[in-house]
């Protein structure tokens, strides 16, 4: 399978060229726009496996180039914000961007979420019977987990709440999409559930609850899965 | 005969007015005098009855100038004179026939309701005039207040009106918030203890207070759309039924300006802090874009030439490696201050929410897992406490920032401890670190924001770190200190208040069904 082509939009020259660096070290092809309208022109010409979209672009808001995007394709979008309003975050994730990263970013932590991005496009983690992270395993199709060997008793909401967590790895899921997948979409007063059982699926399947390593929290945003 | 009876005038001798009744008694008694003295020399050619004609013609005048009371007392005076000076036997109050007995019953009869008439004639004409002036004035009031800019023009035509009365003055009091308590026309008894006051704003009633002479002190509550806006004082006497319908008509004109004013100065307010609110943020935003996307490259070019494929020579790599770290430093100083700038503009607004503090912990750690790296970092006691309603991304701020310090001014080997402890009405957080601590007469500058003598500090830039620190925790309504434990090192230790969390029921207890 060839790899699939990566569309940065970034007005800065010199930050396009830092994720041009990266993407190309992990083999992936490059093409670029500056702007809105040219990454939505650019968009239809080069069919990108992968969009990676600057929030401060001069002509308009990243949720406007979402909205046009996903009206036709479904390639995960990573949005790289300057911003530090989480507001900001919530919006385009709600309209559509899978994953987001905050100016300044770590080269490496760039490639990462581009791998696990890339990933999730070409296989739902879902349609695996089976996932295995960190000592635990689970089997969706004997809706079993298991840690270290031994059974993981779960309730039936925190294990939809698995499903949704697991099925995503690698996207961040917003407070409200969550709420409503698992609750509903009436729920969203009641966020305080969500946190609760993100509490218990942490206190039962991470080695330290309070040093998360796979239920990861997006402070003020979400939950990202992370295998 | 006896002396007509006078107690008719007794209320008017007590009446506060009691100068102008004397006035115009004396007038009714002047007039009759004058009526006789004119009358004596002609007496032998006017007959009785012309002289009659002309003590009415006199009571008439007395009725117009002066009022019934006054009408009353020249009729009888009248009768009197005729009798006594006119009527045989003269100079005598004696009646000789029985024909005079009947003039003097006619005459005095005839005088008392032509007086009576008059004197009713003249008062609705005066009451007339004095509606019209009343009307006018009423209509000057709205249009006053109608376009008064400030509570001391409000007070002003409340003034004005009150004179239209002439026997009435007025004083708004309103409470501080809305401009100062502005006397109109005010003196001592116009004065009314502030707890009255207080009374008649809380309960909204009309009340009224004795004064000296028979007046009274109204106080009406302005009553408000949504509160009562103040009182309106009125000095005014008592005795005059009238009033009342008029004064409650007056606060309500009174309180319709007062409310305007209030909101036009409300809407100005908002506008105001509206546009400067949007100014800040624009400014802080485009702040915070400008400088974080040079850093941004600059830290990812660095960042690249360390992670490229080809090793880079040992001098490269530790000056890219500074170059990184250097840029990495200085995007968290400039996002400490971007935040104390935001948390310092104004109000900060909260977007709390019922959370566990152990998640917020949890992505603090992630963020700083390059910063702690190495370092031993023990959690304690986090998983049992309950949740809290609170703003996660400030909250966030603050455990970076006390664990940051903590690994910044702590020798390496020494161990980190985050621990959470109930605390009755809140929970309370503690990062100890190693080292010597704070300097220990600075416990309390340290979370001072710019502190002068900052320089003199060994650990400098911490003051700001800490400012927002505490800045945050009280706007959560905590307090945050610093010491240094018995044992060493220095310790950080903040409460956030439990307040009620929401209800929260647990599923029903059950098992995920399984297929096998």
Redo the contacts between chains.
Sequence with gaps: MPDATVLVIED?L??R???R??LE?EGLPVVEAESCAGGLAEAGRSRPGLVILDL?LPDGDGARFIDAFRAWSSAPVLVLS?????HDKIGVLDAGADDYLT??????ELQARVRALLRRGRGRLDEEAVVRFGDVEVDF?????RRGGGPV?????E?RLLGLLVGQAGKVMTHRQLLRLVWGPDASD????L??Y??HL??KLEA?????RHF?????VGYRFRL | MRLPNLMFLMPALRSPDFPTVLRRYGLAVGVCGLTAALIFPFQPALDLPNTVMLFLLAVVLVAVLAGRGAAVLASVLGVALFDFLFVPPRFSLEVSHARHLLTFVVMLVVSLVVGQLTAGLRAQATEAARRERLARALYDLARELAGAMSVAQVADAVERFLLVRGDARGRLVLPADQGPALPCAGDGELDVPDEVLREVMADGHPSRLPRRGGRCCDLLPLAGATRNRGVLLVLRRGDDAAMAPLLEGLAALVVTAVERLHFVEVAQAAQLEAVSERLRSTLL?AL??DV??????????A??ML???RPLPEEARVNALAIRDQ??RL?GMV?NL??MARLRSGRVEL?R????A??????S??LLESVLAGRVLR?EG??EQP?LEID??LM?RVFCNLLENAAKYSPAESPIVLSAHDAGEAVEFRVVSGGTGFPPDRLEQVFALFERGQAEVPIAGMGLGLAICRTIVEAHGGRIRAFNPAQGGGCVVFTLPKGT??P?EL?A????????
Excluded at chain 1, 103 to 108: E, L, M, Q, R
Excluded at chain 1, 141 to 145: D, N, P, Q
């Design positions: 800065e010199q930050i060229h830092v994720v660096l990266a070290r401060g300057a911003r530090s309003t989480e100016k300044p970013f770590a080269v490496g199709s004997l809706r079993e987990v008793k779960l309730t039936p909401i294990f009641n966020s305080h559930y946190r609760i993100v509490g942490r206190h330290d609850p309070a040093r998360p990861l929290t997006e402070t003020g | 935003s915070s874009h974080r996307t040079p850093l941004t490259a600059l830290y990812g070019l960042d690249s992670t490229g494929p840029a990495f995007n996002g971007l935040d977007r929410e019922w959370q566990p152990e998640e917020v912990v949890g992505a750690l992630k959690v986090l998983g949740l996660a991304v966030e969390p929401p929260f599923e207890a059950g098992e995920v069904p399984t297929h096998a």
